[in-house]
């Protein structure tokens, strides 16, 4: 939705007193998180997430939301809060704070952990950190915080209150309300029912599952099709999910550990998510259990769990490798099993289904969401939503984090219980909460804000039409082997054109630049593939362009040896 409310203009003055709610990125689309509320002249930001790019997008690597109409008020920021540390909700911090480095964060000690990593990354070392937990209150200038337990896919999760002159808002985050989660941390319905005591004004609630009936299945009802699978699987055992289903991963470890078989984690991210989560007490690993994945080969296979990224197909990801016969050390045998313990995101199916494919056709029993009872959402079903709107009884509702349809449906399950002002809003669309009423009250720009490389925003809508086009005319696969032991390129880089004739030897002049991008990349701390991958595109993608007047699609593989 690039165009909602056309009839819109520019909001007015917000009155004294009054708040002001501007999403800049979550309503219309599952995924770039971020919210900015006003009082008297201050600014403050929950959430700031990225949105990954679909394949109408080639050559994007991110979408930030659209930092536009705050630009020229970063100075006004008082803070930004960050619910929980998914993708979708911390990814773009780094791009923030890069145009103000000071910003206060304030997060739980998980998504502040999770956080940091990424800031390193972005070697953004002068931050401003304010950890909290549930039941704390903070203030920053005139917003006064509180921080209320939710139930997520990930550990750690809160909704945030938020107390002005103007009233009092509650935003869940992302939420479910798991009665019986392994953590023991239940969504904490007793701090909702006091907040509605005194009177919610305004209530942004989670509308990811508005549309499915009923309440979300709780996480402890897959163990036993995981149990299943250990217990009938004598060969190797993969299990894919998020690196950052800290859960997911416990219950694995835990069926490895009754079963007699060691762990692997397969996939930069996952190797160093579990870290941080065990490290910090939120994964509670047995001793013993975890080995180094270059190890498993000297183990019988019955004696075996990988656990990988690369639930989603992600073309580069451990998994997919695997399922096409290129992973380095891990090669399917007929009888493995592969478990895809994960959603299957809308707009992934063909890359899922590919990787399925492939496994199968090596020999491997898959057993995924489409045979198994292998996954369950992180997110409120209706019937989660209908008890929370009865418990809180807000004033004003506006649902947040969806598609149109799934905003809609959950300011249908609002009204179904009584409330009578839900304001659906857009992308842009500011709504003001004034005397107890929350209306909408004009539009301000807010687009998309595509990352290429490491350029921010130059990529243009039109410009993506234009790499639409000439993608047609062709694609480069650059591949190049780093040796993971002493960080340095071990082979390549071998650069194979498809779709438009380059003459012999075009790309020798290129080769050197890479190996050298690559090399200084893993020596400023590149962490992961993907930053290498950038770094291979960016260095081939200039060239192309400047010496040849050509933009062919990039396709960087890193291999590790
Ligand atoms: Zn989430
Ligand atoms: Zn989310």
């Known amino acids: 939705m690039s165009h909602p409310h056309p009839e819109l203009t520019e909001p007015g003055k917000l009155p ?223 299990v894919a999910c998020f690196a950052s289903h800290v859960h997911r991963v416990q219950q694995v470890l835990d069926s490895a550990v009754a079963h007699g078989r060691k762990v692997a984690y397969v996939g930069r991210s996952m190797v160093r998510n579990m870290q941080i989560a065990s490290d910090l007490g939120y994964l509670h690993v047995p001793e013993d259990v975890i080995v180094d994945a270059k190890e498993l080969a000297e183990l019988p296979p019955e004696k075996v769990v990988m656990v990988s990224t690369g639930s989603q197909g992600e073309p580069m990801s451990a998994l997919s490798r695997i399922a096409n016969g290129t992973h380095n050390f891990v090669h399917i045998e007929p009888g493995d099993t592969v478990l895809l313990a994960s959603s299957l995101i809308p707009g992934n199916e063909n890359s899922v289904y ?88 004009g539009k301000v720009e807010c687009g998309y804000v595509f990352v290429d490389g490491t350029t921010v925003g130059d990529v243009t809508e039109s410009e993506l039409k234009d790499r639409r086009i000439l993608g047609e005319e062709g694609f480069v696969s650059i591949i190049v082997v780093v040796d993971s032991v002493n960080g340095t390129v071990a082979s390549g880089p071998e650069i194979h054109a498809r779709g438009h004739a380059w003459p012999d030897n075009a790309f020798d002049p290129i080769k050197q630049p890479i190996v050298k991008a690559v090399n200084r990349a893993i020596s400023e701390g590149a962490t992961d593939t993907y930053q290498l991958q950038q770094a291979i595109r960016r260095t081939f993608g200039r060239w192309v362009s400047s010496t040849h007047r050509r933009r062919p699609m990039i396709i960087p593989v890193v291999i590790e040896a």
Not at 20 to 40: A, C, I, K, Q, S
Not at 143 to 158: C, G, Q, R, Y
Not at 399 to 417: C, F
């Open 354 to 441: 590919r990787v399925i494919n492939g496994l199968a056709r090596l020999g491997a029993n898959v057993v995924h969401k489409g045979n198994a009872l292998v996954h369950v959402s992180g997110h409120a079903s209706a019937g989660e939503l209908l008890y929370c709107y009865n418990i809180v009884r807000p004033r004003n509702v506006m649902p947040v984090h969806g598609e149109v349809r799934h905003l809609l449906a959950n300011g249908d399950l609002a009204r179904q219980t009584g409330v009578e002002s839900v304001v659906y809003a857009e992308d842009g669309v500011v709504v003001d909460l004034i005397d107890g009423k929350a209306e909408i009250a």
């Open 16 to 238: 004294k007193g009054g708040l002001r709610v501007t999403p800049l990125g979550g309503l219309g689309e599952v995924g770039r998180n971020m919210t900015v509320f006003e009082y008297d002249g201050r600014l403050l930001i929950v959430d700031c997430g990225v949105l990954f790019p679909e394949e109408q997008q080639p050559g994007v690597d991110l979408i930030l939301p659209d930092f536009g109409p705050i630009r020229d008020r970063l100075g006004d920021v008082e803070a930004l809060v960050l619910t929980h540390g998914h993708e979708d909700h911390i990814g773009a911090t780094p791009y923030l704070l890069r145009e103000r480095q000071d910003i206060p964060l304030v997060g739980s000690e998980l998504t502040l952990a999770l956080l940091g990593s990424k800031l390193r990354e972005h070697r953004l070392r002068e931050t401003v950190q304010h950890k909290v937990r549930e039941g704390d209150t903070i203030s920053f200038g005139p917003f006064e915080l509180e921080f209320v337990a939710v139930n997520h896919s990930i550990p750690d999760a809160l909704a945030v209150a938020i107390r002005t002159g103007a009233g009092l808002v509650l935003h869940t985050g992302d939420f479910k309300m798991d009665q019986l989660p392994l953590d023991g941390r239940i969504t904490d319905l007793r701090a909702f029912a006091r907040l509605g005591e005194e009177g919610v004004d305004l209530f942004l609630t989670d509308s990811t599952n508005a549309e499915v009936p009923g309440f979300t299945t709780a996480e402890k009802k897959i163990s036993p099709a995981i149990e299943q699978v250990f217990r009938e699987s004598d060969q190797r055992i993969i």
